[in-house]
């Protein structure tokens, strides 16, 4: 295959030398020889008066504006015809993938010996109290943005698909396509937007999440997802790897224009899996968040004389997540400070935060790709004129448009490549392909995606989320768990690996897992909307993958000794929106803080944990209609769960 030149790491260009053999004809043409300047000069000085000069700028100006709105609609909406004798193909390399190997296998320069970590003489290290601003501040600090991420300098809100014009006002038969927030790109990803602060009262509870008045916060379960990633290594529909083979493959056969023209020269080059520099940030800036809040609880363990355990699993993405939110929180170096255990994620091994590793159903067809007939037909709603407005800007190998035609999985694969390039590289001229209402479609398109595979509308998904009930519930009663018949690991839960008497436990694992236990905690009021349709966004939709389940997601089940109830309370935080708990049977309806005693919030989830029937759910043999033909909004398997809390 052929490469651009320094595309690949240690490529040999020789950058900044001076060529005359390249510059020399140009140099003919533009300066005189020696013996064509004359010493003397015999021709008069033309003069102007000021109505020359007025005439000449208004007219350049004009043609200044005529030239910059010609660039601005073709580059918008496609590129002029050429003639049917114009043969055209972008270079050979366009969308291959680009690798820069870091660090390198033995670099010659390494001497460990003597760089050590630690030379002595470090000074004074006397610590202070602990921080603990879930206490003691009027008001939480709240993630609103991501500093390091660049975002195009303008999003359109609507494209005319005739002319390419800006359109600002929507007409009526566009506003099922509208948000009902104001638009912010980096939170219309779905699952791959970074974690944000959701809106108050986002999930039905206008209130934050400082504990209530005369309240006091008595320990911290806290569940997080990873960071951001690079794409998986498969996807069901799109995959941004998928759109660059396509490119790479035909490169022979199209040439790109207008607002498409950087893929003639665009190579691939993201990787796979594992944490990108900004995912690494987002969980080193959570754990100090963390510890900013509930550095106190530390105070329990140096009375008791023990270390907190934190819990993750052995995907690169997850340790490296736990190890940098340990950094975070407990600073460099962190031994002695903690202990982290790192389960196995594997076909085999059973594992709350890879549940779907021992449930077979869970990767059957039909039961755990529920969303796919949803996100196909959605896909061909909004991006029918993204697709045809990009396909305009695209030259086959003839010279005529419309030889080279994109299919809308890859136009989708494209706002797919915004947001990794951007996650992973800080900025992607993809984003500004797109318009304020095809982005929040592709927002509502990894909606439907999780609501089907992962959450409430999908038939594995409470029962993938009992295991880790299972430990919360073993936690909060200290007592060990008694039959370990779901994704338990009875060989993790002895006193040292799975303590039941700590103040603090910090858990890692994936968006899908954060979601099926969202499920079986029957968190309802986030299912209230319904089934969500392929045909248009509801609105005031419940059910959001962003809010949920964006990159380094945290979800905070706080335990609270209040003054005015002689019972310990729980509450439940995601993403500092506080969750409604009335869908849980035991838990009070009108309670404005959010707050359910504890051992009704228990009485519930043990409730939950005898009638999800694991057996049946990852192991029976049912089978389900596709579509709406068979709905749930519980996340339950057909026939396996008639008792809900």
Known sequence: ??????????????????????????????????????????ISTPRFSLVHLVYAFVGGAALCIGA????????????????????????????????????????????????????????????????????????????????????????????????????EEEDESRKHYKSDR???????????????????????????????????????????????????????????????????DSASQWVATGQLAFLNEWTYKLGEEVLTPFGRQQLFDLGVSMRLKYGFLLKNFTETNTIPVFRTESQDRMLASALNFAIGFFGYPFEGQYQQLITIEANGFNNTFAPYKTCPNANAAGKS???????????????????????????????????????????????QMCAYETVALGYSKFCDLFTEEEWEGFNYALDLTFWYDSAFGSPVARVQGVGYLQELVARLTQTPIASHNTSTNATLHTPE??????????????????????????????????????????????????????????????????????????RIIINDGVVPLHGIRTCPYDDKHGMCPLPAFIEAQQETIRGTDWAWGCHGDWELPQGSAWNSTTGDAPQAYNSHN
């Open 1 to 42: 295959m052929q490469s651009k030149q320094d595309v690949e790491a240690g490529s040999k260009a020789n950058y900044g030398v001076y060529d005359d053999a390249h510059v020399e004809p140009e140099r003919e043409l533009l300066l005189p020889t020696e013996s064509d300047s004359p010493t003397t000069s015999t």
């Open 68 to 167: 910059r709105f010609l660039l601005d609609v073709s580059g918008i909406a496609g590129p002029p015809q050429l003639g049917d004798d114009v043969r055209v193909q972008a270079p050979p390399y366009a969308g291959s993938t680009e690798v820069h190997q870091f660090p390198p296998v033995a670099p010659t320069n390494a001497f460990p010996d003597l760089f050590p970590t630690s030379v002595g003489y470090p000074g004074g290290t006397p610590t202070g109290a602990e921080p603990g601003l879930i206490a003691t501040a009027p008001s939480l600090p709240l993630q609103t943005g991501a500093a390091q991420l660049v975002a195009p300098p303008k999003i359109h809100k609507h494209i005319h698909p005739a002319h390419g014009d800006d359109v």
């Open 182 to 248: 104001p638009f912010n790109l980096f939170r219309s990803w779905g699952n791959l937007s970074p974690w944000y602060s959701v809106p108050r009262g986002a999930f039905g509870i206008d209130d934050t999440a400082e504990p209530p008045a005369g309240c006091v916060v008595t320990g911290l379960h806290l569940l997080h997802r990873h960071g951001a990633r690079y794409p998986t290594a498969w996807a069901s529909f799109g995959g941004p790897a998928k759109f660059a083979t396509r490119l790479h």
């Open 369 to 415: 790709d529920r969303s796919l007939l949803y996100v196909r037909e959605w896909v061909s709603h909004f991006l029918a004129e993204a697709r045809e407005r990009l396909s305009r800007a695209m030259i086959g190998k003839d010279g005529l448009q419309g030889e080279f035609d994109w299919t809308g999985e890859e136009v989708y694969e494209m706002m």
């Open 497 to 570: 690996t799975f303590p039941l008497d700590h103040a603090l436990y910090v858990d890692a694992t994936h968006e899908v897992v954060v979601l099926n236990i969202i499920t079986a905690l029957n968190l309802s009021t986030l299912a209230a909307s319904g089934p969500l349709p392929a045909d248009h966004i509801p609105k005031d939709r419940s059910f959001r993958s962003a809010d949920l389940a964006p990159f380094a997601t945290n979800m905070q089940f706080q335990l609270l000794s209040c003054a005015s109830t002689p019972e310990p309370q729980i």
